[in-house]
C-alpha cells in the first residue's frame, strides 16, 4: 500500500531478491524546502546501500490520517506522525536543514 506513495525501490540489485526480503529504505519528510533541497541534503547511494524516498509534509500527514483507521498498523502510524509533527512543526529539530527535513 505504500509504494503507491513512495515508489519502488530506488536501484536494482544485481541479482533477484527474494519475496521477504527487507530494504532499508528511509523515508524523508520535507517541509518548506524544494524536492532537490531535500534530495541534495539525503542523496540515494547504491554503492552504500542508502535508499531515501521523499515525501512533502502534508502528504504524509494525509496519508498517516487516512490510514490511521487500520486498527493492525495504528500504534505504528501514531508514533510516525507524532514524530513528523513534533520535529517539523513544534521545531525542536536545531537550523534550517533540521527543521524542514525529517528521516524517519
Known amino acids: 500500500m505504500i509504494i503507491a506513495?513512495?515508489?519502488?525501490?530506488?536501484?536494482?540489485?544485481?541479482?533477484?531478491?527474494?519475496?521477504d526480503t527487507?530494504?532499508?529504505?528511509?523515508?524523508v519528510v520535507y517541509k518548506d524546502i524544494p524536492l532537490n533541497e531535500a534530495q541534495a541534503l539525503f542523496p540515494v547511494n547504491p554503492?552504500?546501500?542508502?535508499?531515501?524516498r521523499y515525501l512533502e509534509y502534508s502528504k504524509a500527514l494525509t496519508y498517516l490520517n487516512q490510514?490511521?483507521?487500520?486498527?493492525e498498523m495504528l500504534t505504528t502510524l501514531k508514533e510516525t506522525k507524532r514524530k513528523?509533527?513534533?520535529?517539523?512543526?513544534?521545531?525542536?529539530?536545531?537550523?534550517?536543514q533540521q527543521?524542514?527535513?525529517?528521516?524517519?
Request: net charge negative.
Open 5 to 19: 506513495i513512495l515508489g519502488p525501490r530506488q536501484w536494482e540489485k544485481p541479482c533477484c531478491s527474494e519475496p
Open 22 to 27: 527487507i530494504y532499508n529504505i528511509k523515508v
Open 47 to 52: 554503492e552504500q546501500q542508502q535508499d531515501y
Open 67 to 71: 490510514h490511521i483507521q487500520d486498527d
Open 84 to 96: 513528523i509533527v513534533e520535529s517539523l512543526v513544534q521545531g525542536q529539530c536545531h537550523g534550517r
Open 99 to 104: 527543521q524542514s527535513l525529517q528521516s524517519i
